[in-house]
């Protein structure tokens, strides 16, 4: 499998995203990565690794995507930047999936540009994973579309369900619509449409679930528009950060503490693993043509290294084939819309 | 000052309502109490805390809201329910400020009609606290209104400024938009028209807020619709809950860390006072008439009592009156979207 690297984006980058590559190489030897990016750069950091035996090449792209750039100024004067190099290559069959930690605007917008989306889809979504007490959920969409439509929360779910099952193994994974009440009725005008069509739909559909139940692991998958999800994510991250720096404050501030602190440490580090976001690499833009990482801004060496191995299984499990497949035999959600009518 | 509190709405009532009454009654000699519901039961609760002494009465009522009732069947089928007594008792001014524990849809519902709207204001909005390392922040709206128009979240903008300096004593609140990026564009619709209305107007307006920034104390009031303000409130509930649990397991799981527990479990209490929902004792409905707190259905004694200070808080300090001398002052929103226009 040949995953197309955006060497250069992210803040961190190409330090990190050069290390991640070789770490992905080094841990699965069906893998090849083609750093994308400005060639004189990335030969000096691949230098440092000594690594001329693995499976790597390079690229060379003379732009590179700022992370306030617009997705229509990238897409319009970056037409050889570090992105868009990688999806082209992609597109031209150089490649079979692709990974990028620079402005996920721009991604997103250039992916959808260049590769299309799978027959059926209306819109692709970030579909997210956040750790719960029993294991973790998808969750979709977590901010590439602000304003939604039923039909495309119920396609999100299709989709969720499918990049549930497929990489995370779960049995007939149950959906969740992300709402403000359990009952049915409950929620805006978006949530009560959508809840119809999961409802008279084919989708092992779990109902509502509320924000404080979806850490308890009452859905496999919970489904909202891009803007809800994309709070949701980032309350989520800005909460866990505060609360573990609110501990450490009070650990210090007392002796008793600071001893405590001593035995504490190890569960903590435990911890901040299962909600680290870089343990899961990155989030698929599910609904595009090929198959599309895009990873945090802030991602280190470990993070792309999981994206890549993500955007490779993705490749290899096929999912986004089940999801085309899906779509043909009538669960684009257009069906039950029509039947409800 | 005199609060009629809905003595048989919350999980735990009549209990935790008299004990919290009585322990308001305490800690005020400014205080005096009516308990609204059945007489017997909150006879028998009373006389259990050997008070007579205490300036507390009762006004019985036949009925009682369950928790999962419609609020147009309550409105109709319940007009002797202790909440529409105790909401009915502040409308006829035999009470200055009103709290519940009970059906929060209900609550709203029955205060909106018997008390109506201050003059100008369009929707009613709940107004939570939550905690930041800084000190906290006030959520409006935390769920009274899933589906809003720009106007609408100007409002609640106004009357969270006067809730943040008059109650917590925030001089020149800082106002936060929250939102999905820190630019101006960014956000939905809804979001982006708000933004306008808030920029051109005399309100301390912070920008755009994102998830996670708020806990780490951006802005001093955060503006959003209900849906989204009641789902933020909810996962950081749920978050927060998952964490100390997740935290709990860990160190059970080691030796060290049952050693470690032991000196952590001070700090692990200082924090989780720090956000515990039970300090604030509960929301204020903010744009009807008369003073009117939401409590958590889960309230123990001691958010009802917290609750019912709260209750007297805004009233002695004429938060209400602020609000509405505010919206004199053409600080409605309603001039703002005509200049615009």
């Not at 190409?14 to 990565?33: I, M, R, Y």
């Not at 294991?135 to 989709?159: E, R, S, T, W, Y």
């Not at 308890?216 to 919970?222: L, P, Q, R, S």
């Given at each position: 499998m040949r995953i197309a690297l955006d060497a250069m984006g992210g803040d961190y980058a190409p330090a990190t995203t050069v290390e991640g590559a070789v770490e992905a190489l080094l841990e699965n030897n069906a893998l090849s990565v083609v750093l994308v990016g400005d060639e004189a750069e990335l030969s000096s950091e691949l230098e440092k690794k000594n690594c001329k035996a693995l499976r790597i090449s390079i690229k060379h792209a003379s732009q590179t995507v700022e992370m306030d750039e617009s997705p229509l100024t990238a897409l319009r004067r970056k037409k050889d930047s570090s992105l868009r190099v990688a999806v082209d290559l992609v597109k031209s069959n150089g490649a079979d999936a692709m990974v990028s930690a620079g402005n996920s605007g721009v991604?997103?917008?250039?992916?959808?540009?260049?590769?299309?989306?799978?027959?059926?889809?209306?819109?692709?979504?970030?579909?997210?994973?956040?750790?719960?007490?029993?294991?973790?959920?998808?969750?979709?969409?977590?901010?590439?579309?602000?304003?939604?439509?039923?039909?495309?929360?119920?396609?999100?779910?299709?989709?969720?369900?499918?990049?549930?099952?497929?990489?995370?193994?779960?049995?007939?994974?149950?959906?969740?619509?992300?709402?403000?009440?359990?009952?049915?009725?409950?929620?805006?005008?978006?949530?009560?449409?959508?809840?119809?069509?999961?409802?008279?739909?084919?989708?092992?559909?779990?109902?509502?679930?509320?924000?404080?139940?979806?850490?308890?692991?009452?859905?496999?998958?919970?489904?909202?528009?891009?803007?809800?999800?994309?709070?949701?994510?980032?309350?989520?991250?800005?909460?866990?950060?505060?609360?573990?720096?609110?501990?450490?404050?009070?650990?210090?501030?007392?002796?008793?503490?600071?001893?405590?602190?001593?035995?504490?440490?190890?569960?903590?580090?435990?911890?901040?693993?299962?909600?680290?976001?870089?343990?899961?690499?990155?989030?698929?833009?599910?609904?595009?043509?090929?198959?599309?990482?895009?990873?945090?801004?802030?991602?280190?060496?470990?993070a792309i290294k999981n994206a890549i191995k993500l955007a490779a299984n993705i490749h290899a499990k096929g999912v986004l084939d089940v999801i085309s497949k899906e779509f043909d035999k009538g669960l684009s959600g257009r069906e039950t819309v029509a039947v409800q009518k």
């Amino acid at each position: 499998m040949r995953i197309a690297l955006d060497a250069m984006g992210g803040d961190y980058a190409p330090a990190t995203t050069v290390e991640g590559a070789v770490e992905a190489l080094l841990e699965n030897n069906a893998l090849s990565v083609v750093l994308v990016g400005d060639e004189a750069e990335l030969s000096s950091e691949l230098e440092k690794k000594n690594c001329k035996a693995l499976r790597i090449s390079i690229k060379h792209a003379s732009q590179t995507v700022e992370m306030d750039e617009s997705p229509l100024t990238a897409l319009r004067r970056k037409k050889d930047s570090s992105l868009r190099v990688a999806v082209d290559l992609v597109k031209s069959n150089g490649a079979d999936a692709m990974v990028s930690a620079g402005n996920s605007g721009v991604v997103m917008a250039t992916a959808l540009h260049v590769l299309g989306k799978i027959q059926g889809i209306e819109r692709p979504a970030i579909a997210a994973v956040m750790p719960t007490l029993k294991g973790l959920f998808v969750l979709i969409d977590a901010g590439a579309n602000v304003d939604c439509k039923p039909v495309h929360l119920f396609q999100f779910a299709v989709m969720g369900e499918a990049y549930a099952r497929h990489i995370f193994n779960i049995d007939n994974p149950k959906i969740g619509l992300l709402g403000i009440g359990e009952e049915d009725a409950k929620g805006n005008e978006l949530t009560r449409e959508t809840f119809k069509l999961l409802r008279n739909s084919q989708i092992n559909f779990a109902g509502n679930v509320e924000g404080k139940d979806i850490f308890a692991g009452e859905a496999d998958v919970v489904v909202c528009d891009g803007f809800v999800g994309n709070i949701a994510l980032k309350i989520s991250e800005g909460l866990a950060e505060a609360i573990a720096k609110m501990l450490k404050r009070e650990i210090s501030e007392r002796a008793a503490g600071r001893l405590g602190y001593l035995f504490f440490r190890q569960a903590l580090r435990n911890f901040k693993k299962k909600t680290d976001y870089s343990e899961y690499g990155g989030a698929p833009l599910l609904g595009i043509n090929k198959p599309c990482i895009i990873s945090h801004g802030r991602s280190t060496s470990k993070a792309i290294k999981n994206a890549i191995k993500l955007a490779a299984n993705i490749h290899a499990k096929g999912v986004l084939d089940v999801i085309s497949k899906e779509f043909d035999k009538g669960l684009s959600g257009r069906e039950t819309v029509a039947v409800q009518k």
